[in-house]
């Protein structure tokens, strides 16, 4: 089963998405991209992941134009906030899902704040993905 996951930088959300989806089930493809993509990994995502024995250290932020040729059975968007665009997909794709998370790389304050809200979004990211995986996708393998 082919999974994509989308959001506009790929550089945070989207990529932790990727990292616990693929640790869900080996028998999944899983990919993520952005409509923007940074062309670099939040460095505080990819330690929040490595801190529950997650590495998505060797991922890379893809254009989601290097996908639009491949056919999926999930283009999941993760996009937050309602002042934020969520990305089309025009490939070819069985069932869209939006799965909407808040961008801890926007937050501000003390740094503790800060990775108190990658910590937040990191777990609510596991808690959505998961279900989805249990509910939906695990019976289909």
Same mark, same amino acid.
């Given at each position: 089963?082919?999974?994509? /996951?989308?959001?506009?930088?790929?550089?945070?959300?989207?990529?932790?998405?990727?990292?616990?989806?693929?640790?869900?089930?080996?028998?999944?493809?899983? *990919?993520?991209?952005?409509?923007?993509?940074?062309?670099?990994?939040?460095?505080? =995502?990819?330690?929040?992941?490595?801190? %529950?024995?997650?590495?998505?250290?060797?991922?890379?932020? +893809?254009? $989601?134009?290097?996908?639009?040729?491949?056919?999926?059975? &999930? $283009? %999941?968007?993760? *996009?937050?906030? =309602?002042?934020?665009? *969520?990305?089309?997909?025009?490939?070819? $794709?069985?069932?869209?899902?939006? /799965?909407?998370?808040? +961008?801890?790389?926007?937050?501000?304050?003390?740094?503790?704040?800060?990775?108190?809200?990658?910590?937040?979004?990191?777990?609510?990211?596991?808690?959505?993905? &998961?279900?989805? &995986?249990?509910?939906?996708?695990?019976?289909?393998?």
């Amino acid at each position: 089963m082919k999974i994509l /996951i989308l959001c506009t930088g790929n550089s945070c959300r989207s990529q932790m998405a990727h990292g616990f989806m693929a640790s869900f089930d080996q028998r999944l493809t899983v *990919c993520s991209a952005g409509t923007e993509a940074s062309g670099k990994l939040n460095q505080s =995502a990819v330690k929040a992941m490595k801190e %529950i024995g997650i590495d998505i250290s060797h991922h890379t932020s +893809d254009s $989601v134009e290097k996908y639009l040729g491949d056919e999926w059975d &999930y $283009v %999941i968007t993760v *996009c937050g906030g =309602a002042n934020e665009a *969520c990305p089309a997909f025009m490939g070819k $794709v069985k069932k869209r899902l939006h /799965i909407g998370f808040d +961008d801890p790389s926007h937050a501000t304050g003390t740094d503790e704040f800060i990775w108190s809200e990658f910590i937040r979004v990191r777990d609510e990211i596991k808690a959505g993905f &998961y279900k989805l &995986y249990k509910e939906e996708i695990e019976s289909q393998l």
